[in-house]
Protein backbone atom coordinates (compact mmCIF):
# COMPACT_ATOMS: atom_id res chain seq x y z
CA UNK A 1 0.00 0.00 0.00
CA UNK A 2 0.83 3.84 -0.12
CA UNK A 3 0.05 6.41 2.06
CA UNK A 4 -2.53 8.93 1.05
CA UNK A 5 -2.62 12.61 2.55
CA UNK A 6 -5.57 15.19 1.31
CA UNK A 7 -5.51 18.74 1.94
CA UNK A 8 -8.44 21.50 0.15
CA UNK A 9 -11.57 20.52 1.55
CA UNK A 10 -13.56 23.32 3.45
CA UNK A 11 -16.98 25.14 3.11
CA UNK A 12 -17.61 26.54 0.17
CA UNK A 13 -21.05 28.43 -1.33
CA UNK A 14 -22.80 27.24 -4.19
CA UNK A 15 -21.19 28.52 -7.59
CA UNK A 16 -17.52 28.34 -5.91
CA UNK A 17 -14.70 26.65 -6.31
CA UNK A 18 -12.44 24.45 -3.93
CA UNK A 19 -9.31 22.54 -5.20
CA UNK A 20 -8.51 19.53 -3.54
CA UNK A 21 -4.87 17.93 -3.39
CA UNK A 22 -3.29 14.30 -2.20
CA UNK A 23 -0.05 13.50 -2.30
CA UNK A 24 0.66 9.65 -2.07
CA UNK A 25 4.17 8.75 -1.04
CA UNK A 26 5.54 4.84 -0.50
CA UNK A 27 6.00 4.05 -4.33
CA UNK A 28 9.16 5.47 -6.13
CA UNK A 29 7.22 4.77 -9.64
CA UNK A 30 4.13 6.33 -10.91
CA UNK A 31 1.02 4.87 -9.73
CA UNK A 32 -2.06 4.19 -11.39
CA UNK A 33 -4.68 5.27 -11.57
CA UNK A 34 -5.39 7.44 -8.77
CA UNK A 35 -8.13 9.62 -8.31
CA UNK A 36 -11.17 10.34 -6.07
CA UNK A 37 -14.64 8.84 -4.63
CA UNK A 38 -16.72 10.77 -2.24
CA UNK A 39 -19.72 9.67 0.52
CA UNK A 40 -22.42 12.17 1.40
CA UNK A 41 -24.33 11.07 4.42
CA UNK A 42 -26.85 8.10 4.44
CA UNK A 43 -25.08 7.21 0.83
CA UNK A 44 -22.41 4.80 -0.17
CA UNK A 45 -19.05 5.51 -1.07
CA UNK A 46 -19.12 6.88 -5.31
CA UNK A 47 -16.61 7.15 -7.50
CA UNK A 48 -16.02 10.83 -8.51
CA UNK A 49 -13.03 10.58 -10.95
CA UNK A 50 -9.86 9.36 -11.94
CA UNK A 51 -6.59 9.60 -13.77
CA UNK A 52 -4.80 6.87 -14.68
CA UNK A 53 -2.35 5.46 -17.65
CA UNK A 54 -1.30 8.51 -20.21
CA UNK A 55 -3.14 10.69 -18.48
CA UNK A 56 -6.56 9.43 -19.37
CA UNK A 57 -9.55 10.37 -17.17
CA UNK A 58 -12.64 8.87 -16.15
CA UNK A 59 -15.61 11.36 -14.22
CA UNK A 60 -18.85 10.86 -12.53
CA UNK A 61 -21.75 12.10 -15.00
CA UNK A 62 -22.67 14.48 -11.95
CA UNK A 63 -19.60 15.89 -12.34
CA UNK A 64 -19.03 16.35 -15.36
CA UNK A 65 -18.30 19.94 -17.00
CA UNK A 66 -17.74 21.17 -13.35
CA UNK A 67 -14.63 19.39 -11.93
CA UNK A 68 -11.05 18.70 -13.74
CA UNK A 69 -9.06 15.99 -12.49
CA UNK A 70 -5.05 16.40 -13.11
CA UNK A 71 -1.64 15.34 -11.39
CA UNK A 72 2.01 15.97 -11.21
CA UNK A 73 3.96 12.66 -10.57
CA UNK A 74 2.12 10.90 -7.49
CA UNK A 75 0.14 14.22 -6.41
CA UNK A 76 -3.09 14.21 -7.63
CA UNK A 77 -5.68 17.39 -7.55
CA UNK A 78 -9.40 17.93 -8.31
CA UNK A 79 -10.01 20.98 -9.22
CA UNK A 80 -14.16 22.06 -8.38
CA UNK A 81 -16.03 24.76 -9.64
CA UNK A 82 -19.72 25.54 -9.82
CA UNK A 83 -20.36 23.40 -6.56
CA UNK A 84 -23.53 22.32 -5.93
CA UNK A 85 -25.16 21.55 -2.20
CA UNK A 86 -25.41 17.75 -3.54
CA UNK A 87 -21.62 17.74 -3.64
CA UNK A 88 -21.36 18.10 0.14
CA UNK A 89 -19.44 14.92 0.57
CA UNK A 90 -16.48 13.60 2.61
CA UNK A 91 -14.05 12.95 -0.44
CA UNK A 92 -11.42 10.30 -0.50
CA UNK A 93 -8.56 9.70 -2.20
CA UNK A 94 -7.75 6.62 -4.05
CA UNK A 95 -4.92 4.71 -5.38
CA UNK A 96 -4.04 1.36 -6.91
CA UNK A 97 -0.53 -0.17 -6.71
CA UNK A 98 0.42 -3.19 -6.12
CA UNK A 99 -2.15 -4.93 -6.58
CA UNK A 100 -3.91 -3.20 -3.32
CA UNK A 101 -6.15 0.17 -3.07
CA UNK A 102 -4.95 2.72 -0.59
CA UNK A 103 -7.46 5.19 0.75
CA UNK A 104 -6.86 8.74 2.35
CA UNK A 105 -8.25 9.43 5.50
CA UNK A 106 -10.69 11.91 3.95
CA UNK A 107 -11.40 15.59 3.56
CA UNK A 108 -15.21 17.55 4.04
CA UNK A 109 -16.32 19.27 2.06
CA UNK A 110 -19.70 21.36 2.98
CA UNK A 111 -21.60 23.46 0.08
CA UNK A 112 -23.67 25.67 1.88
CA UNK A 113 -25.39 29.31 2.00
Known amino acids: QVQLVESGGGLVQPGGSLRLSCAASGSGFRINPMGWYRQAPGKERELVALIGHGDSTNYADSVKGRFTISRDKNTVYLQMNSLKPEDTAVYYC?????????WGKGTLVTVSS
Open 94 to 102: YAYWNAMPS
